[in-house]
């Protein structure tokens, strides 16, 4: 297994936003995360890149592991986890910089120094997300002077130049019109298998086009938990879990 949460647990001061999270995700797979707002879905992906540090009042508890390395460990740097475990959010992020060193600064942080490397690397992931003949003539103009759907190909090649094994994308495709959004989903497809990924989505067909494993969360009890998970096909088809079949058939969520 490439991520293992077991008894994943997310508080905000005595608020508890995730109980008890316990999912396997392999290795070059796209696990959709599914449910209601408010159920948990953000803050449990933040836990996996130990984002919730930063959060002041944030409060995990359980374990990950990532290749079998808990990531809270002593080992375990939370530089080095991000830079192997992306994160893309609803709305793009992009630095307020130009398109080239919006992939270039992360780079020079994490140690590449030499000019034809920085260039080379740039070119190869504005390439797989599509986005080179875009902006090829143009990499010093700013980055948000690009269209919403181009400047989140824009932070998934930021992502992407510092080779992650995981990214996690929270809602990546909310924000965009469809045309965007189609185009952001079909990267993701063409990612399959060189990355493992962790989608949030509140688009089921969506979910359904892309995932090989479903989660769906819920709140139960005052706290979001995860209701049903499974082979995506599976979970669509055959729910055991009756509100999450609802849930999945639109009548309910
Ligand atoms: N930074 C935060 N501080 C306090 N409460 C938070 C914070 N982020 C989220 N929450 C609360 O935790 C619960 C789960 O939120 P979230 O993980 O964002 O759910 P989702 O992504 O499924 O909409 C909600 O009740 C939300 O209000
Ligand atoms: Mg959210």
């Known amino acids: 297994m490439m991520i293992q949460t077991e008894s994943l647990g997310v508080q905000y001061g005595s608020s508890i936003a995730v109980r008890d999270a316990t999912l396997s995700v392999e290795t070059g797979r796209i696990t959709a995360i599914v449910g209601p707002s408010g159920c948990g879905k953000s803050s449990f992906l933040a836990a996996l890149n130990r984002m919730t540090d930063l959060l002041p009042d944030a409060h995990v508890t359980g374990r990950v592991t990532i290749d079998g390395t808990d990531i809270h460990g002593e080992s375990s740097s939370p530089h080095d986890l991000r830079r192997r475990v992306g994160m893309i959010f609803q709305k793009p992020t992009p630095f307020p910089m130009s398109i080239r060193r919006n992939i270039q600064l992360a780079l020079r942080e994490h140690g590449m120094r030499e000019r034809a490397a920085l260039e080379a690397t740039t070119e190869r992931v504005l390439r797989d997300v599509g986005l080179w003949d875009e902006v090829c003539d143009r990499l010093e ?26 990214l996690l994308l929270d ?28 989608i949030v989505t509140h688009n089921l067909a969506q979910a359904r086009r892309l995932a090989d494993h479903v989660a769906v969360f819920w709140v139960r009890d005052g706290a979001g938990v995860i209701i049903e998970q499974g082979p995506a096909a599976r979970v669509f088809d055959a729910p055991r879990d009756p509100t999450a079949a609802a849930y999945l058939a639109g009548v309910q969520g």
């Open 141 to 166: 103009a700013s980055a948000l002077q690009l269209s919403g759907g181009q400047q989140q190909r824009l932070c998934m090649a930021r992502a992407l130049a510092l080779e992650p094994q995981v």
């Open 171 to 198: 809602e990546p495709c909310s924000a965009l019109d469809p045309i965007a959004s189609e185009r952001v989903e079909a990267l993701i497809r063409e990612l399959r298998g060189r990355y493992t990924m962790l």
